[in-house]
């Protein structure tokens, strides 16, 4: 018999699966960015839709995601250079990217039944 996803893998499927798309405007500002060629409304936009990753990852138990979306917008508010700042965006994408894979490799295996073991109760 097949096994089958639970609810809960199955809402964190739902949600991974909106990613790429969002992945590749991240990368395309972050590029911009690098370039000085972002204006203030494309940074905004993407300070905006990292903090709503956030939360969203934060409410299907992908924390791992969710930190590194929540670190990128720190990263974006903060004082600092501008190279830092575009070096450090850019390294935290590719670091979203590979926790993305690890939380879409286990939303999408299934979970293994809860196999409760015997205990052997022998007497003396």
């Keep these: 018999m097949a096994q089958k996803l639970s609810p809960r893998q199955q809402a964190q499927l739902a949600w991974l699966d909106t990613l790429p798309p969002k992945f590749e405007r991240m990368k395309k500002i972050v590029e911009l960015f690098s370039t000085h060629h972002a204006d203030e ?48 965006l850019s ?12 939380a879409y490799r286990e939303a999408s295996t299934p979970a293994e039944p809860d196999v409760e073991e015997e205990e052997d109760v022998s007497s003396p």
């Design 41 to 88: 409304s494309q940074v905004r936009s993407l300070q905006r839709m990292l903090d709503e990753l956030k939360a969203q990852g934060s409410q299907i138990n992908l924390t791992a995601l969710a930190e590194n979306f929540g670190y990128m917008g720190m990263l974006l508010r903060r004082a600092g250079g501008h190279q830092t700042k575009s070096r450090g």
């Design 91 to 102: 390294e935290l994408l590719a670091g979203a990217k590979i926790n993305y894979e690890g």
